[in-house]
């Protein structure tokens, strides 16, 4: 039954290696129907700031299915990630990046390299959730959520037991964000013990970016956040040989989009020199999703011959290894020459049926779970450019309804009391911690009054945060220093 899909032909290099690829598809034989869409650089400039008009998403929400080439988002002006608006707004919540090396065929010091890097794709900093508070300071937030991070690390290890893997690594920065990525180390220890048959273990993720670099080899299966996932990624693509042969799928329960992990590298666009096996490989793993696995692997090892062969594009052509150089449409006809041929050197490709869908996480279903939360508290930021005394002394006066000032910090280090400045760079936003007594708990009347206190008494705040307590546990952090 013929499968209908939305193909975005994207900008840059975009048109180019996907009218390659489409061209692979039909004569492999891909039982597809082609809907097209507009998105990106035209799109914004038509003074979309999504990058992306109303009818695009009618034909995204029939079809389901998005194969799409790399788009331009122009600098600054408001807009926004087209890809990050696609991700959430489809809810593609699981960004699967597999990265092997071609060795010898394609340049790389890590030959036996074979990796599957698994990103939430939804939250953390992509969330584009920003102020300016202050002259000086800018605050990006930080976004994490259980039941989002119980999901992809759920299907990080789905992913592992159904393709044959070994081993899941988590990486997080749990060291510094002891509550966030905390959060997601604990989680995915806790998931792990459900699945026995698989190594697991964690990496703080410097050095494991570190090792990904100089050790990709040790790596089976990672799962981490967005941001981290978003950089490992381009890593190990580069380290692999060239980030131009990585391929990319975005899963959600009702979706998926296909896509190269690169850039519309508008400076080669229109020069017939790209190289269009990202947007290949994305469409292989999109012919096994829509159920179509034969000939994915069809297009696979024609792909693996023409590769060992020394068929090549510019950007992975070496002398003495490589044949032939040739240029995007040419590549595309080396790789149909050599459909119903197998590789010699790299094992056939054969795929099963489409991954299982892994749903949604209920919420509550892990030990984060909890049962009574108790207000106790606010931290008030304020804009200050005085002394850090005068302004312990000033916020002091605000005290009401039972909470008192407890510290002041700057830039999450204790500032006020009992803190020596002279060697610290200051800002100018504090934070001034009011607490109720030990034991007690706060209203939000309290905290109303308080603010209504600092308006009165002049004080610029520009953001409050409550401070609760879970099951009796705090739900912030405490500054440096104290």
């Given at each position: ?136 300071c800018f605050q990006s937030l930080k976004v994490i959520t259980c039941s989002g991070s119980e999901r992809i690390i759920r299907y990080a290890f789905e992913y592992a037991v159904q393709n044959g893997r070994k081993k899941v690594t988590c990486m997080s920065k749990d060291n510094i964000m002891k509550m966030a990525d905390g959060l997601f180390h604990r989680l995915f220890d806790e998931i792990g013990a459900e699945y026995p048959q698989l ?284």
């Amino acid at each position: 039954m013929t499968t209908p899909i939305t193909v975005a032909y994207g900008d840059g290099i975009g048109p180019e290696i996907m009218e390659a690829t489409l061209h692979v598809l039909k004569e492999a034989g891909a039982d597809i129907a082609v809907e097209t869409i507009e998105v990106g650089e035209r799109v914004y400039n038509m003074g979309a700031t999504s990058g992306i008009l109303p009818s695009a998403w009618e034909t995204l929400r029939r079809n389901k299915v998005l194969l799409k080439s790399p788009i331009t988002t122009p600098q600054g002006k408001g807009y926004k990630s087209l890809n990050v608006t696609m991700r959430k707004t489809l809810g593609l919540y699981a960004n699967i990046r597999p990265t092997q090396s071609y060795h010898p065929f394609v340049k790389t010091p890590h030959p036996k390299m074979n990796m599957v890097i698994v990103r939430e794709n939804e939250e953390d900093l992509y969330a584009g959730i920003e102020y300016r508070q202050s002259q000086d300071c800018f605050q990006s937030l930080k976004v994490i959520t259980c039941s989002g991070s119980e999901r992809i690390i759920r299907y990080a290890f789905e992913y592992a037991v159904q393709n044959g893997r070994k081993k899941v690594t988590c990486m997080s920065k749990d060291n510094i964000m002891k509550m966030a990525d905390g959060l997601f180390h604990r989680l995915f220890d806790e998931i792990g013990a459900e699945y026995p048959q698989l190594t697991k273990e964690h990496y703080i993720i410097d050095i494991g970016a570190a090792r990904i670099a100089a050790k990709p080899e040790i790596f089976d299966v990672i799962v981490t956040e967005n941001l981290y996932g978003d950089i490992i990624s381009d890593i190990a693509a580069e380290v692999s040989g060239s980030v131009g042969l990585a391929g990319s799928s975005n899963i959600g329960e009702d979706f998926a989009m296909f896509e190269a992990i690169h850039g519309s590298a508008p400076d080669i666009a229109g020069k017939n020199i790209a190289n269009p096996s990202g947007i290949l490989q994305s469409a292989v793993m999109m012919l096994v999703h829509i159920g179509q696995p034969e000939v994915a692997a069809r297009i696979q090892n024609a792909w693996l011959v023409a590769i060992e062969s020394g068929l090549h594009t510019p950007d992975i052509y070496r002398e003495g290894i490589s044949k032939e150089k040739l240029g995007t449409k040419e590549f595309a006809k080396a790789v149909i020459s050599c459909l119903g041929k197998t590789p010699s050197t790299f094992p056939a490709a054969v795929f099963g049926k489409a991954e299982k869908r892994i749903p949604a996480a209920p919420a509550c279903q892990t030990q984060e779970c909890v049962t009574k939360k108790e207000l106790i508290g606010v931290d008030v930021y304020i804009q200050w450019a005085g002394d850090v005394n005068a302004l312990g002394n000033k916020a002091k006066a605000l005290e009401t309804g039972g909470m008192t000032l407890e510290n002041l910090s700057n830039k999450g280090l204790k500032a006020w009391p009992d803190a020596d400045t002279s060697g610290m760079h200051l800002t100018d936003q504090y934070r001034c911690r009011f607490r109720a007594a030990k034991g007690k708990t706060a209203t939000h009347g309290d905290i109303a009054a308080l603010i209504a206190r600092a308006g009165e008494a002049g004080f610029d705040f520009t953001k409050t945060e409550n401070l609760y307590l879970f099951d009796g546990a705090p739900g912030f952090t405490l500054g440096q220093g104290e």
